[in-house]
């Protein structure tokens, strides 16, 4: 057994109270490769996802109850160390964290913050945070069914216009996430000076003509599924300043 009786009581515990599906990390545990230890950054990675999740679902619940007609149901996430399955695909720390409709869960990987942080030179924990809160915001999509509409007509177009519909799918998702970190500093005061910049920072990191031009590429626009960095960082700004769903329509935006 990898983890100690305190260790698995915890990761057990972070589990069952913020709506985190430990179970990868509960059945890796129990496999004799070195690869599979449960270390203790990969405790703190949990502990900290636990917090972040359980603020992000206060916040849309709030945001449900006053924009939407309906009641927001919780996201599930499910942490995993290494590999592991989703009904989207195998996942693993090469992919990076994901959305997955068929089931209605988040996938991370407790080795994403190092990435972000080391190899991507996205530090701090609100660059942590934005990332589990975009995720967060495709279940928001998912949920205003936004985003069953949206993938059933990248399926029926080329690879370009799919790569298109991506992005603002994504845009949207970074609008959402300005609307979490706006809700979260009035309802929780939970931001610090500085933070707001770490988010920013991070979503300009991760910006695909950043992404490309940082692996020795020529950014190439018609490749893109996330959009640039100025994109980005644009519509998180957009949903921070506003705190309005209405305001995130990437889809009927002419420029974005």
Request: hydrophobic share 40%; net charge negative; proline share 3%.
């Amino acid at each position: 057994m990898q983890i100690g009786g305190l260790g698995l009581l915890a990761i057990l515990a972070l589990g069952y109270f913020a709506g985190i599906d430990v179970t990868p990390l509960l059945e890796q545990s129990s496999v004799p490769a070195s690869s599979a230890t449960i270390t203790q950054a990969d405790k703190r990675a949990g502990m900290f996802v636990s917090v972040t999740l359980a603020d992000t679902e206060e916040v849309w619940d709030q945001v449900f109850r006053a924009q939407v007609d309906g009641a927001y149901r919780p996201a599930t996430l499910v942490l995993y160390k290494g590999v592991t399955q989703s009904p989207c695909g195998g996942a693993s720390g090469a992919t990076g964290p994901f959305y997955c409709p068929g089931d209605r869960k988040i996938y991370l990987d407790t080795g994403f913050f190092i990435t972000l942080s080391n190899q991507l030179g996205a530090k701090g924990d609100f660059a942590a945070a934005y990332v589990v809160a975009h995720e967060v915001a495709h279940h928001v999509q998912n949920e205003l069914g936004i985003l069953g509409k949206a993938n059933s007509v990248r399926q029926r177009v080329n690879q370009a216009e799919s790569n298109a519909i991506s992005v603002r799918i994504e845009l949207q998702a970074d609008c959402y996430a300005g609307i979490w970190a706006r809700q979260a500093e009035r309802q929780f005061g939970s931001l610090e000076q500085g933070d707001l910049q770490e988010a920013i920072h991070a979503a300009r990191q991760i910006g695909d003509d950043t992404l490309q031009r940082n692996s020795g590429r020529t950014p190439m626009p018609h490749t893109f599924t996330h959009g640039t960095s100025m994109q980005r960082v644009r519509w998180f700004e957009v949903g921070y300043q506003s705190g309005d769903l209405t305001a995130c329509d990437t889809f009927s935006a002419d420029q974005l």
